[in-house]
């Protein structure tokens, strides 16, 4: 599968762009274990332009993790392209158009999802994207705005006439959020239209490699991207299983990477999240009170010394 020229390999897997998820130091170990294409966190076109520092310092990105890309969600159209061309200068392999966030502070004022109930805005905001960069421009959308508006097939075809060069397809609509069950019927449907020639990236319930599999026998996806079930388990892509030991000192190492690249501050608030969140813990009697702990860390030597006693637990 390619993107542009992006040689992303056969059966690929992708690490969805997730905010105050897909920091540095996630990104480059979801690499490091077989991520094919990983994305930043998207940022907002609006704080771009600004020039907010916080969001600035999103676009960061290694050579290690490449190929990677930047989404930007936004709902009007000369922000959108203003922060399309900033985002070039920042050097990523892809900009991607979030036209597919749920969640109320940006859905609610009519970016991300929102931009659902308002194809035409969409529609422009893709094609000046397209022309005001040289880098491939890809989208990620949902199903519709809701069960009555499954306007995907339809939609897709329009994206692709405004010159996108993938597309990612959530099998979710906005009003389910992140509830339910991902319905990969349509996505399947899109991918075997005959007038789409883009490449199909599904997205939606993967939570392993399996699961990959399964979607693109089924669906015959060219991608499968991968989100929430990546939290604190960047292993997951990996085909090779990892020991407790193993698991437990790559989230340690997530830890380190990010206090180092971003701030003692910000890289623990960012890592407590994985931690609190990861499967490894499972195990653990009581973990409640534990993960408490985990997000009221402040130093990264208090927080080792909690992975240190984590891992204590689970092997006696």
Known sequence: ???????????????????????????????????????????????????????????????????????????????????????????????????????????????????????????????KVVDAVRLPVTAKTRLGWNHEQLIITELAEQLQDCGIQALTIHGRTRSQMYTGEADWTLIGEVKRNPRIHIPIIGNGDIKSLDDADRAFDTYGVDAVMIGRATFGCPWIFSKKPLTLDEKIDVLEEQLRINVERIDEYRGILHTRRHLAASPVFKGIPNFRQTRIAMLRAETMDGLIGILEECRRELKS
């Open 1 to 127: 599968m390619k993107i542009g020229n992006i040689e992303l390999g056969e059966r690929p897997v992708f690490l969805a762009p997730m905010e105050d998820v897909t920091d540095i130091g996630f990104r480059l170990l979801c690499k490091r274990f077989g991520a094919s294409m990983v994305y930043t966190e998207f940022v907002s076109a609006e704080a771009l332009v600004r020039d907010v520092k916080s969001t600035i310092k999103k676009l960061t990105i290694a050579e290690e993790e490449r190929p990677v890309g930047i989404q930007i969600y936004g709902r009007d159209v000369e922000a959108m392209v203003e922060a399309a061309k900033i985002v070039e200068q920042a050097g990523p392999d892809v900009i991607d158009l979030n036209f597919g966030c749920p969640v109320k502070k940006v859905a609610g004022k009519g970016a991300g999802a929102g931009m659902l109930q308002n194809i035409p805005k969409m529609l422009e905001i893709t094609r």
